[in-house]
């Protein structure tokens, strides 16, 4: 084995050579660079002199419309050479940016491959991306993405085989070297025995934290790779330890993605659903890391936001978790919880469903038309109308039908109040240009017909026609919005017939259920959609007016899938019918009060495929011992053998805490850790906690608007923490009176496995029940003391 690095082994001849290498390749990259920089300025400097002189020579003859053609031609042929040249000039760049990353790094392994039958031994040398010598047409770098470079991550040296485009290609790995290579310069050097070397790993995750998540191309694993390469699964199904390394790999698959169908697939394809927009920011270098383009991301809450925004005063999914905590009495908070755990069940989607193949017969309430204090439809006229579409369509085609009907009535209605007193009114107010454009039409009628009737009474009508079309647009857009249905009166109604909705469901108390209805009722009359019911509601207005779906994104990301219901996923799958789902979560980590839907994807069971990451290579191994113990079936979860300080409780008063709190986060801040975390487990509980340690620490508050992640000391609830990891973490506040319902459990591990090296847990009281639990040689109890 060769084991090298700065300070050991510098002249080892396989090291030297492999030096020489690197420079010889770093050599070609500048004759390229400087050959790309020279194309590039070139098509910006034609890029520049097309739109400079891009009308000169067009001379449009309006009578002449052999010359309209020719100019519209001349138009268009200038525009796809402009548009050719930009997208060169694009490429170009790109080119470079990647070019500027591989000369710092050209590439990170080495395997030696001599395929079946042949007696040459191939070096394959691996980057983030493919270089070609371009005098021989030899790759002196392949892509990671690369077919062959899939011997790297999944096997050892010895047989092996890999699926290429043209079938699958045998042979023998006779080497396969690992190396750190900074500023063109060896920095590390292994040849690993293993999948991939826990030597490179170790370095790998030794080092501190980040402001942004970075590429783990060069130490992905071998489970890992199986998520990222896989191109079969409809559904892809991650259940992945916290620190696994799950949206890593989501990220790479994302690449590797782009490079095999690129010219058929491309970012805008693709779609990433995430828990926050501070976790977006903290994901957010890694494709362009790997020369690709950033995808979309968004969250379910604005998508909620989005759409049921502007009938109601919607509440996220942070407030949801706020007002959850919040609860100080058992018995409050525990029938929150049954509301909420019942709004997102399978059996309340089903009784939705229902409900609505109910009011399809004969229960679909309207809103009126009116205008002016005039009915222009009544709800009574809608009924007897949509009682008389086709009941054989489905419901949103019935819908339709009954739109057109009423825009025909609205048409009418103008018919008759051309002539009331207050359309003359108005007309005596209209400006010159309102008169010229009704003359201009009279002219433009009396060419095709003969002046039978007063030119004047036709302008005055033409007149009125505009006043009623200006002051009944907004009318008719709510109309074509399909805002005539009743969705919320529907909603309402259903919860307002408490014992015919309880009778829905015979296991739960009849008591709970009339609490929900009139909790539920209260909020809709006050405009207010909790966030449990914003999902439903959504899934009720659709299966009435129908759905506007998206067939544009063809692989949907759900990142932190644990947290949502089997209804939010499904709402989520009608929404993106032709996309392939890759979704990631950790059932340990489901911090909502639902219960989780990641496994109960609809409609494609028999497409999707589960994978399973056990080991946790975040954290150290004593912080993956301790927090293990924490969790059902924990005892699965493998560490990383990363060795560090087992997690210190500090045991004070509330007096102490704050104090407490300091020392160990000066005591991180000694070690040079540029990432440190004090998380709380309330945004309230963060807030004051800020305002104690003003002053005392540097440290920066972070609450849901936050959208950028960045180094130092920062304050912030567990909930937000999720998906990100800092160097060392401090619990604030780890006792008893803080965390001991069960979903405080989940949101207590949640938070202890964000620390990647050291985590300490301060107690104002005594430690809560998870801490206790675990064997008393997985942390140290220390006091302010000592």
């Avoid at 407490?660 to 509980?685: D, H, L, P």
């Amino acid at each position: 084995m060769v084991a090298t690095s700065n300070d050991s082994h510098l002249d080892h001849p396989e090291r030297v050579q492999e030096q020489q290498y690197v420079t010889w390749v770093v050599e070609r990259m500048r004759d390229r660079e400087q050959q790309l920089a020279n194309d590039s300025r070139a098509v910006r400097e034609e890029v520049i002199e097309i739109r400079r002189n891009f009308w000169d020579d067009v001379t449009i003859n309006i009578g002449n419309t052999d010359d309209l053609a020719e100019t519209h031609f001349a138009i268009r042929q200038q525009a796809e050479v402009l548009a050719e040249r930009e997208r060169r000039y694009s490429q170009a760049s790109a080119s470079l940016t990647l070019l500027h990353k591989q000369m710092d790094s050209p590439f990170f392994a080495r395997i030696d491959f001599q395929e079946q039958g042949q007696h040459d031994v191939e070096r394959i040398y691996i980057g983030i991306g493919s270089f070609r010598d371009e005098k021989t047409d030899e790759f002196l770098v392949y892509d990671w993405r690369a077919p062959i470079s899939s011997l790297y991550y999944d096997h050892v040296p010895g047989p092996v085989s890999f699926a290429a485009p043209t079938g699958a290609v045998h042979g023998e790995m006779t080497l396969k070297r690992q190396f750190v290579i900074r500023s063109g310069i060896i920095q590390v050097m292994f040849d690993a025995a293993l999948t991939i070397g826990d030597e490179l790993l170790m370095y790998a995750l030794g080092r501190h934290s980040d402001s942004q998540m970075r590429s783990i191309v060069a130490t992905i694993q071998r489970e890992q790779n199986q998520i990222i390469r896989n191109d079969v699964a409809r559904v892809l199904i991650v259940q992945g330890a916290a620190g696994s390394g799950k949206t890593s790999a989501a990220l790479q698959r994302a690449a590797y993605l782009l490079y095999k169908h690129r010219g058929n697939l491309t970012a805008s394809h693709m779609l990433f659903f995430s828990p926050n927009p501070m976790f977006s920011s903290f994901v957010s270098t890694v494709l362009p890391e790997l020369g690709e383009e950033n995808i979309e991301q968004t969250t379910f809450s604005d998508y909620l936001l989005h759409r049921l925004g502007r009938e109601f005063q919607v509440e996220d999914a942070f407030d949801h978790l706020e007002r959850l905590l919040a609860e100080t009495s058992d018995e409050s908070h525990s029938a929150a919880v049954k509301a909420v755990r019942l709004k997102s069940s399978q059996a309340f989607a089903e009784a939705l469903r229902v409900y609505v193949s109910d009011l399809q017969r004969d229960g679909l309430m309207f809103l009126p038309i009116r205008f002016r204090g005039k009915t222009i439809v009544s709800q009574k006229a809608m009924s007897e109308a949509f009682r008389e579409t086709a009941d054989h369509l489905r419901l949103p085609h019935r819908i339709d039908a009954l739109k057109k009907w009423i825009l025909e009535q609205i048409d009418a209605f103008v018919d008759q109040e051309i002539h009331e007193a207050w359309v003359e009114d108005e007309i005596e107010l209209m400006e010159p240009e309102d008169y010229q454009k009704a003359h201009r039409e009279v002219l433009r009628r009396g060419a095709n017909r003969e002046a039978t009737f007063d030119d004047y009474d036709v302008e005055r009508e033409i007149l009125a026609r505009m006043v009623l079309s200006r002051h009944l647009k907004k009318l008719r857009a709510r109309v074509k919005r399909l805002g005539f249905v009743d969705t919320r009166g529907m909603y309402r109604h259903w919860f307002e017939r408490e014992d015919k909705f309880a009778a829905q469901f015979p296991n739960e108390s009849v008591e709970d259920l009339r609490r929900i209805c009139r909790d539920t009722v209260r909020r809709l009359n006050d405009r207010e959609l909790a966030y449990e019911d914003a999902t439903p509601y959504l899934y009720l207005k659709d299966l009435i007016l129908g759905q506007t779906v998206n067939t544009s994104v063809r692989h949907l990301f759900i990142d932190e899938a644990q947290d949502y219901s089997i209804l939010q996923l499904e709402v989520i799958q009608r929404l993106f019918p032709r996309s392939r789902l890759t979704i990631l979560g950790d059932i340990n980590q489901s911090i909502f009060a639902h219960a989780p839907g990641m496994f109960e994807v609809a409609d494609f069971n028999a497409e999707r495929e589960l994978i399973t990451l056990r080991r946790s290579y975040r954290s150290t191994a004593g912080i993956v011992r301790f927090t293990r113990g924490m969790t059902p079936n924990g005892e699965d979860i493998i560490p990383f053998e990363r060795e560090g300080d087992i997690p210190r409780v500090f045991h004070v008063t509330k007096q102490e805490q704050i104090g407490a709190i300091c020392r160990a986060v000066e005591s991180f801040q000694a070690k040079s850790f540029a990432s440190i975390a004090i998380i709380c487990k309330t945004q309230r509980e963060t807030d004051e906690l800020y305002q104690q340690l003003d002053g005392r620490l540097p440290v920066r508050r972070i609450d849901k608007e936050t959208g950028e992640f960045s180094e130092g000391v920062v304050v912030i609830p567990a909930y937000l923490a999720k998906g990100v990891e800092f160097d060392a973490v401090v619990i604030a506040d780890g006792s008893e009176g803080v965390y001991r319902r069960e979903m405080e459990r989940e949101l207590f591990y949640t938070a202890c496995t964000r620390a990647m090296h050291e985590l300490s847990i301060v107690c104002a009281a005594t430690p809560n029940r998870w801490i206790l639990a675990q064997p008393e040689d997985t942390y140290s109890v220390v006091s302010l003391n000592e």
